[in-house]
């Protein structure tokens, strides 16, 4: 059974982006529009793996993350983000961050850093 994801960014077309291109190697279970959300739909989902935005409205990505790593230390978070600031990237990385990838990205940079964050493949 592949592993379950939740994808978690502000914009729509980046969660369709996001989620077709790992849609073959994991189930995912959900999608939040921001931090939030983010943090309910995991409550509700308990996935292995969320891909995480870090700019967002109402609960950012870092603050999201934190609170998911809080409750649940084990659950895999890949930051997908177009922040390439340094700064914010060691925020995330502070808070728990499991990896993370720049947008755009090439879909074999995506899946590698998700079986690199998860320990195990999900391509192929």
Do not use: C
């Amino acid at each position: 059974m592949p592993p379950s994801a939740v994808v978690v960014d502000d914009s729509a077309f980046q969660r369709t982006v996001v989620s077709e291109t790992i849609d073959d190697h994991v189930e995912i279970v959900g999608t939040a529009e921001n931090g939030r959300e983010a943090i309910k739909v995991f409550a509700e989902t308990e996935p292995d793996l969320l891909t995480m935005d870090i700019m967002m409205p109402k609960l950012n990505g870092i603050e999201a993350l934190s609170a998911i790593k809080e409750r649940s230390p084990e659950t895999t978070v890949v930051m997908v983000t177009s922040v390439s600031q340094k700064e914010k990237m060691r925020e995330a990385a502070k808070a728990g961050a499991d990896g993370y990838v720049t947008k755009p990205f090439e879909t074999e940079e995506l899946t590698a850093e998700i079986d690199d964050a998860l320990d195990e493949p999900v391509t192929g």
